[in-house]
């Protein structure tokens, strides 16, 4: 049974994890909705389920410069890490939308 109460998009953006211990990885965005993204897998470097990440976007349609939101590991597959936004305010929601309205 699907738990999602926000349609996902298939959007690919350049993004780089960084760890509360400062460790960081790069990684691509398969998918993104207001609630969430699912990256791709990065080899034996994946978080821990629960970690908290701050998810730093590198590439953003039409603007310049970087974004970053806070996020907690939902979900580990071998395919890529499933994360949820936390810590969302409205500037956030912006961003995110702005980039669900982009074409990809």
């Known amino acids: 049974m699907e738990k999602r109460k926000h349609r996902r998009s298939s959007i690919r953006l350049d993004v780089e994890l960084v760890y509360p211990a400062g460790e960081k990885n790069r990684t691509k965005t398969r998918d993104l909705s207001i609630e969430g993204l699912f ?9 821990e389920l629960g970690a908290l990440v701050t998810i730093t976007f590198l590439s953003i349609p039409r603007q310049s410069g ?3 939101i806070k996020a907690r590991v939902q979900r580990l597959t071998d395919n890529g890490i499933a994360m949820t936004f936390i810590d969302f305010g409205l500037d956030d929601l912006r961003f995110i939308e702005t980039l669900l309205s982009s074409p990809s």
């Open 39 to 47: 990256v791709e897998a990065m080899g034996d470097q994946s978080p």
């Open 66 to 68: 970087t974004y970053s």
